[in-house]
């Protein structure tokens, strides 16, 4: 009994002992009990005062000028085959046949040599003369005011050079004499076969080079034979490939810059011809351009060259970064301090940026991507210029 009533006065003793001591301290269980909510509810509202800071701009709708970018092969402005209309030998002269001999415009290429053709041209002429020299003395006694014009064009008809043109005839009578003596049927006749003949020398249409050769000097050929193929030179066509929605800000004869693929050279150029089809294969605009030959900075075809066509004007759109549009034609607009997503009209992407329309003047767009942003998520902003 002594034992258990000590031990009740132990406990008596540490409760009384403890109340001392938390009457001491002053803390209470109901006490630190609030102290504990207090202390929560204050990380939360400081949790809540952490807000995204987030980069924006004010819309400004103006007219902004553009590039818009793309590449392709440089190809001959011109390009030839050579194909003999006639039969003989080939010759050459200046330049040889030969891959990639130059030329310059109108030069002797090669001539088809046949002795024979040219022969019977002169006999013709011989004969032509014959005829209109038996009928001069008729036209002196019934012609007469005719006769000196007849007489000149005689004289002026040399055998190894091309017929002088016929006097012009304004006596109906003096046109249908000459008619049944057969002396116009010969003229025209004669013209017939110097034109055949100027087959045989062909000459350079344009200036440039050979690319290919299947006949060499002293070769036999005939009507139909392909002796070989030249490209011009001096000026080059790029065929770009665009995109149907950049064709739209094109015209023919813009001005364009042509780059070597490294950026060390750089060439003029302007846009020649604007393809009125898509290739379906790459549903792309053929868009050529013509390049002007430069000495200094040859051109060859075949180069792969990038062309950027510059000072494009869009009007009323504002630009901001790329990759802050999202799902394809969405952006993020700031409004009482939080995030609305609006859906605009993006009217070309280039260099980064992306144009559009859709916004009001004013409008606080944002100039930068967000992760894990959600619709009304309040922010912070942080202004900077337009681009």
């Keep these: 009994m002594k034992k258990v009533f000590v031990s009740f006065f132990v406990v008596i003793a540490i409760m009384v002992n403890g109340g001392v001591f938390m009457s001491c301290t002053g803390i209470s269980?109901?006490?630190?009990?609030?102290?504990?909510?207090?202390?929560?509810?204050?990380?939360?509202?400081?949790?809540?005062?952490i807000k995204k800071a987030v980069h924006i701009a004010l819309v400004k709708n103006v007219?902004?000028?553009?590039?818009?970018?793309?590449?392709?092969?440089?190809?001959?402005?011109?390009?030839?085959?050579?194909?003999?209309q006639v039969s003989g030998v080939?010759?050459?002269?200046?330049?040889?046949?030969?891959i990639g001999a130059s030329f310059l415009k109108g030069d002797l290429l090669f001539h088809v040599f046949d002795d024979e053709t040219?022969?019977?041209?002169?006999?013709?002429?011989?004969?032509?003369?014959?005829?209109?020299?038996?009928?001069?003395?008729?036209?002196?006694?019934?012609?007469?005011g005719e006769y000196s014009k007849w007489v000149d064009f005689l004289e002026s008809i040399k055998l190894d050079k091309a017929l002088p043109d016929l006097p012009k005839i304004t006596n109906s009578k003096l046109r249908i004499y000459l008619s049944t003596q057969g002396i116009l049927n010969s003229y025209y006749k004669i013209?017939?076969?110097?034109?055949?003949?100027?087959?045989?020398?062909?000459?350079?249409?344009?200036?440039?080079?050979?690319?290919n050769i299947y006949f060499?000097?002293?070769?036999?050929?005939?009507?139909?034979t392909r002796v070989g193929n030249i490209i011009?030179?001096?000026?080059?066509?790029?065929?770009?490939?665009?995109?149907r929605y950049d064709v739209r800000f094109l015209k023919k004869g813009k001005p364009v810059k042509v780059w070597s693929e490294d950026r060390s050279y750089q060439w003029d150029g302007k846009i020649e011809r604007i393809s009125e089809f898509v290739d379906p294969s790459t549903q792309s605009v053929g868009v050529i351009v013509k390049v002007k030959q430069d000495r200094n900075n040859p051109l060859y075809q075949g180069m792969y060259l990038d062309v950027e066509v510059a000072d494009i004007p869009i009007s009323e759109v504002m630009a901001i970064p790329r990759n802050a549009v999202f799902n394809g034609n969405n952006v993020f607009i700031v409004k009482e301090g939080k995030l609305h997503k609006m859906k605009v009209n993006i009217a070309k992407i280039a260099n980064e940026k992306a144009y559009f329309t859709g916004l009001k003047q004013g409008d606080m767009v944002v100039m930068e991507p967000l992760a894990n942003a959600v619709e009304r998520m309040e922010v912070a902003v942080i202004k900077e210029t337009s681009l």
């Design 216 to 224: 060499q000097e002293g070769s036999v050929v005939n009507p139909g």
């Design 118 to 144: 040219e022969l019977k041209l002169k006999a013709s002429k011989s004969q032509f003369l014959s005829s209109l020299a038996k009928v001069m003395p008729n036209v002196k006694i019934d012609f007469s």
């Design 232 to 243: 011009r030179t001096d000026y080059f066509e790029l065929n770009i490939p665009m995109t």
């Design 63 to 84: 007219e902004r000028q553009i590039s818009i970018f793309s590449s392709g092969r440089l190809n001959a402005f011109s390009q030839v085959d050579l194909i003999s």
């Design 191 to 211: 013209k017939a076969e110097e034109v055949r003949l100027s087959y045989h020398d062909i000459y350079a249409p344009f200036s440039g080079t050979y690319t």
């Design 29 to 49: 269980p109901e006490k630190e009990g609030v102290e504990k909510k207090e202390n929560g509810e204050s990380a939360a509202e400081n949790k809540q005062e």
């Design 90 to 98: 080939i010759s050459t002269k200046n330049t040889p046949l030969k």
